[in-house]
């Protein structure tokens, strides 16, 4: 996928990588992979979210990138990354090892930040052994671990067997998004951001969403449909971060809590009033923050730096 889709300019318009790689998985899928920052630097890994790709962290990457080496790479299907047959939490697990391999020496620890599947994505490999080689310490935005579609709040009914059964056949249409109109940017804001996102975010987050192929964002709506990640919470035995918009109606508060008490080392809950479900655009300074602060505590430079 070109990058023509995404913004041109601002805080939100992607940055060059001062390399780019391409990791293999397991099953021999292609993984698109930029680098940024200087090489010696500290080492940060950034996963992004379904329909999302690397630009969706543009802001992270642009001030990290001053003094630490920044990994982000397309999941299989987004981006530039090809679209695969194989789409399952194991293949998740196997493409973040994949790219830990190709990015990382031996021993070297990193900080990983993943937003909602980029999040669940930490969880699916957290007893690998590459994952636990590597990470450090771990930001998880705007996820969960399982019940996504139960506990949904897009369609704004009271919960049950209808505003279930509603969310699942919105969330999984298979119907084509379309051109980025103001319509589109309306419901896009709706479903995924809080009331008061400014419309350079909406924009930012518009384009980068519907440059995800139809049949790629049909295909990963079946797993997180299905998602059942609750064992993998608890592997996750590295210091472990949550930041979660309060009106996030994708993956709304309770996920958030319910990380938290199941995870074996966790750091706290930063609850954002009146954000949604893009934390990573709708607060920038903060996530980037939380990201340095986990570097800075538990992050190690790559040896002879």
Partial sequence: MSRLMHVASGPYAPPVPVRELTAVSADGARLHVEIHGPD???????????????AFWAAQIRELATDHRVIAYDQRGHGRSPASPACSTDALADDLEAVL???????????????????????????????????????????????????SRVVP???????????????????????????????????????GSAPHMVEACARIVHACPRKVRYAWSHVLDLLDLDH???????????????????TPP???RSL??????CLGVTELPGLGHMTPVEAPELVTGK??????????????A
């Avoid at 990015?103 to 993943?114: C, Q, S």
């Avoid at 993998?232 to 035995?237: E, H, K, N, P, S």
């Avoid at 938290?260 to 080392?265: G, K, N, V």
């Fill in 101 to 151: 391999e190709a990015t990382l020496a031996p021993g070297e620890k990193a900080v990983i930040a993943g937003h909602s599947m980029g999040g669940m994505t930490v969880m699916a490999a957290a007893d690998r052994k590459r994952f636990r080689e590597h990470a450090a310490a771990v930001l998880l935005c705007s996820t969960g671990a399982s019940r996504l579609v139960a506990e």
């Fill in 260 to 265: 938290a008490a199941a995870l074996p080392d």
């Fill in 291 to 304: 990201i340095r602060e986990l570097v800075v505590t538990y992050a190690t430079i790559k040896e002879g």
């Fill in 232 to 250: 993998g919470v608890r592997q996750l035995r590295v210091p472990t971060a949550i930041v979660v918009g309060t009106a996030d109606r994708m």
């Fill in 157 to 195: 009914i009271r919960p049950g067997r209808l505003r279930t059964w509603l969310t699942k056949h919105i969330l999984g249409a298979r119907a084509p998004l379309g051109p980025v109109t103001p319509l589109a940017r309306r419901i896009l804001k709706y479903g995924t951001m809080g009331p």
């Fill in 40 to 54: 010696k630097a500290p080492a940060v890994v950034l996963a992004h979210g379904w329909t999302c790709s690397t």
């Fill in 254 to 256: 309770v996920h958030a």
